[in-house]
Structure formats: structure tokens, C-alpha cells
């Protein structure tokens, strides 16, 4: 058995986050373009047509509560929440623990995670298509990790 501890802090809730806040920025910047090429149009031409472009407010208003909205959970993480992790053969336990108190424990065999990737130091192991549970990679040691990634098929078959 391999055990490891991972800390849910700022820096995991940004690595947690990349994607999504990366998307909201995209649909931010697209919604700003549209936007305002719709205010220069208009004041130029006169077409009842370029009401079509109001769609541009769409990807704005998403974008920015998106935006918000993520960068308002990290800023609420505190340090006092982590998991351990017990990395068998065929499974994993994780037990989450919160101001010192088992807030629970879950058994996950590893063909049963939908995706697994490497980023940011961490190991993240998805167990539907938006939830993942962060392992840091240096809460390990060489030989813990690389036995880890073998039970994980890391290197063989990275995402499932």
C-alpha cells in the first residue's frame, strides 16, 4: 500500500480550475469583440440586421459570471482540507478530511476512472467527466510515484 496526502488549497483549486476558467475567458473575449463591433456598426448603419449580433451578449454574460464564479471559490479555499490517498493494486481509497475530521472515505478501482492526466505536479484521476481528485506528485517519492502511475497505466495508455 502506497499512501500519499494532498492538500485542497489555492494552488490545487487553479490547476482544478484551469480549464474551465481558460473557457470562460475565451467566451469573455469573444462576447467583448462581438459587443462592440455590434455599438460601431450600429452607429454607422442602419440595419435591422445587426440585432442579430445582441447573440455576442450571450458568451459576454457567460464569460464574466463564469469568471467570477471561479475565481470567488478560490478565493474561499482555505487550508484546513485535504485527502489521503491509499493506492492499492486495483484500487484506490481517499479519505477527505476537513478541520482534522473524517468528512468521508470512497473506494475507486481504477478502470472505473473515466480519465486520468498529468498537470501542474499533479496526478488528476476524473471520476466522471468534471469531478477529479488532485494527488500531488511530490507527496510521493520516485519509486511510490512511478509504482502509482503503473497501477494508473500511466505511460501506457494515459487517458482512458
Known amino acids: 500500500m502506497?499512501?500519499?496526502?494532498?492538500?485542497?488549497?489555492?494552488?490545487a483549486q487553479k490547476v482544478l480550475s484551469k480549464n474551465l476558467k481558460l473557457a470562460s475567458?475565451?467566451?469573455?473575449?469573444?462576447?467583448?469583440?462581438?459587443?462592440?463591433?455590434y455599438i460601431v456598426l450600429s452607429c454607422f448603419f442602419d440595419s435591422g440586421y445587426l440585432d442579430i449580433m445582441l447573440v455576442f451578449c450571450l458568451p459576454l454574460g457567460f464569460g464574466l459570471v463564469y469568471l467570477v464564479s471561479i475565481n470567488n471559490l478560490i478565493k474561499k479555499t482555505g487550508d484546513s482540507t485535504y485527502n489521503v490517498y491509499q493506492?492499492?493494486?486495483?484500487?484506490?481509497?481517499t479519505t477527505t478530511y476537513k478541520?482534522?475530521?473524517?468528512?468521508?472515505?470512497?473506494?475507486?478501482?481504477?478502470?472505473?476512472?473515466?480519465?486520468?492526466?498529468?498537470?501542474?505536479?499533479y496526478l488528476l484521476l476524473y471520476i466522471n467527466v468534471s469531478n477529479a481528485f488532485l494527488v500531488k506528485e511530490s507527496a510521493l517519492s520516485e519509486s511510490?510515484?512511478?509504482?502509482?502511475?503503473?497501477?494508473l497505466h500511466i505511460?501506457?495508455?494515459?487517458?482512458k
Open 2 to 11: 502506497i499512501e500519499c496526502r494532498t492538500d485542497i488549497n489555492v494552488e
Open 155 to 159: 505511460g501506457i495508455n494515459k487517458n
Open 87 to 93: 493506492f492499492e493494486e486495483e484500487f484506490f481509497n
Open 25 to 37: 475567458i475565451i467566451s469573455l473575449v469573444v462576447g467583448i469583440v462581438g459587443a462592440l463591433a
Open 99 to 121: 478541520n482534522g475530521e473524517v468528512v468521508g472515505t470512497v473506494k475507486y478501482y481504477y478502470k472505473d476512472l473515466k480519465k486520468i492526466k498529468e498537470r501542474d505536479g
Open 144 to 151: 511510490d510515484l512511478a509504482t502509482v502511475k503503473s497501477f
